[in-house]
């Protein structure tokens, strides 16, 4: 199949494992040159490693999305690297711990929330700004069911409440 993504500069967050991983080989496959922003080098090397021999190239930038200037030294190395993004995904996030709304610490839910609302602000702003500048681009949002089904946020409701925000903040975007 091709997805016409040959050459394009892509960074995928959170690219080191699960649905990242999946993503980065898949766009690497399809030609895209990709830059691994994860918060774990060794796991991201692993993955580049995995894509060695696929058409597009793959880099890993060790980088916490929930700090802005982290996220503003990883997109210049993409840049650097591959030249202006042409696709984001935004797909790192999680929940800390799954337990009851009232149980969880605050300390938990704050992790949730920077990761999963500011982590997908940073980087949208970060590489937005040359989109918008260039007019073009594509920002994908990874979200989950749990923003969508009430009984999907049982014992994960602040993550919900975060997936929630990215959904609206992509419709608001867009």
């Not at 923003?147 to 903040?169: D, I, R």
């Amino acid at each position: 199949m091709d997805l016409e993504l040959t050459g394009k500069s892509t960074i995928i967050t959170g690219g080191s494992g699960g649905i990242g991983r999946g993503l980065v080989l898949g766009f690497a496959a399809e030609g895209a040159n990709v830059t691994i922003a994860t918060r774990d080098g060794a796991k991201g090397e692993e993955v580049a490693a995995a894509a060695k021999g696929l058409p597009g190239r793959v880099i890993v930038v060790p980088t916490d999305v929930t700090k802005e200037d982290a996220v503003e030294r990883m997109v210049a190395k993409a840049v650097e690297a591959f030249g202006p993004v042409d696709v984001l995904v935004n797909n790192a996030g999680g929940v800390f711990h799954p337990r009851p709304f009232l149980e969880k610490p605050r300390e938990e839910a704050e992790w949730e929330v920077n990761l999963n609302i500011w982590g997908v602000y940073n980087c949208t702003r970060a590489v937005g700004r040359s989109m918008v500048e260039r007019q073009t681009g594509s920002i994908v949002n990874i979200t989950s069911n749990s923003a969508l089904e009430p009984s999907a946020a049982n014992m994960v409701s602040t993550y919900g409440g975060t997936k929630g925000f990215v959904m609206s903040f992509s419709k608001g975007l867009a």
